[in-house]
């Protein structure tokens, strides 16, 4: 979902960024593309809406709009008008083309922001798949810790269910639970009486 709504639109993004050389150009391909000129470049809906909710490019937008209406209409009447409208068609002119480039640099600077914006959002995304990536490391890590401390548990209670005779250095596993063989007894004195010599140690 992200990757299809959010990182897909970088790649037109940064195209049509790099694609711009001069304000004028940011505004007249911007405007040409949200109108659908068959030559302009495409923006997908999500990089055209910052633009065009954004105040200060939409005051421009209108301010440019009239200019381009007033100056149709002086020169619809340029015979009539003479030097007076000669001089309003050149400031007009004037007028739109600091408009122009006032309007291409608010376009730059917020495509700009959004492709940051964009590089933002990755990196977080990164940083969370790393994190989530460590939790489960660190959960079967903590698994394992787990069953190797039960296995070694299960081993230790193996060990010491034998019943071990320690006389000086020499150790012998007595392997009879619940009760001591008589006939045995004489086998394991034999084995501990270079340790001790009193008979009566049975």
Do not use: H
């Not at 593309?33 to 470049?41: C, I, L, Q, R, T």
């Not at 002119?93 to 600077?109: C, F, N, P, T, Y």
């Not at 914006?117 to 969370?128: F, G, H, P, R, S």
């Not at 006939?183 to 009193?198: A, F």
Request: charged share 30%; proline share 2%; hydrophobic share 40%.
């Amino acid at each position: 979902m992200f990757e299809r709504d959010v990182v897909s639109t970088q790649v037109p993004l940064r195209a049509f960024i790099n694609a711009q050389k001069s304000p004028e150009d940011f505004y007249n391909n911007f405007v040409a593309a949200v109108n659908g000129e068959p030559s302009a470049m495409k923006l997908d809906d999500k990089l055209v809406y910052p633009v065009l909710s954004n105040i200060e490019f939409y005051n421009l937008y209108r301010t440019i709009r009239q200019i381009e209406k007033e100056d149709r209409e002086f020169r619809a009447n340029q015979g009539r008008l003479g030097s007076f409208g000669q001089e309003m068609l050149a400031r007009l002119a004037m007028l739109k083309k600091e408009s122009i480039v006032r309007g291409g640099i608010k376009v730059q600077q917020i495509l700009t922001t959004l492709d940051a914006d964009i590089n933002e959002a990755l990196v977080q995304q990164t940083e969370i798949e790393v994190d989530i990536n460590m939790m489960a490391i660190n959960q079967m890590t903590e698994e394992t810790k787990r069953m190797v401390g039960e296995a070694s548990e299960e081993e230790a209670e193996v060990v010491t269910s034998g019943k071990v005779a320690v006389v000086g250095d020499d150790t012998e596993v007595w392997p009879f639970e619940g009760e001591y063989w008589r006939d045995e007894i004489s086998y394991y004195r034999s084995m501990l009486t270079s340790q001790c010599t009193d008979d009566s140690f049975f």
